[in-house]
């Protein structure tokens, strides 16, 4: 938990800051949470809470979001800051506000469940 959120306190004074990072850092955050870990637990709201505040102030009206700093919005950087912003709006216990969940690779669970034929992403 330390080491994420010194990661996450270097970023927030990066400007060249890409969706890579910031999911690296809000991911690694929310499956600490989901252990049950509440140290330092005020920190991580306060950065899922910083990073949402920079995905929404980075959304494009009618394009969506950009990989990284100095490129246009594409498919790529939508769908990474789409699901940058859903864990970070989870580690403030607002995800559910979004109304989506991300799926493939970004899933919050397992690709699949043993003993199931379902895919569950």
């Not at 999911?23 to 005020?42: E, K, P």
């Amino acid at each position: 938990m330390d080491t994420v959120l010194r990661r996450a306190a270097e970023l927030s004074l990066d400007h060249r800051v890409t969706a890579c990072d910031l999911l690296d850092v809000v991911h690694l955050l929310w499956w600490a949470t989901r252990t049950g870990a509440t140290h330092r637990a005020g920190e991580v709201r306060d950065v899922g809470a910083q990073v949402l505040a920079r995905v929404a102030d980075s959304w494009v009206p009618g394009s969506g979001l950009a990989f990284g700093p100095g490129r246009p919005p594409s498919l790529q950087g939508t769908e990474m800051g789409l699901a940058v912003a859903w864990y970070a709006a989870d580690l403030v216990g607002h995800a559910d506000a979004l109304g989506y969940e991300p799926r493939g690779v970004h899933r919050a669970g397992p690709a699949a469940r043993l003993g199931r034929a379902d895919d569950a992403g």
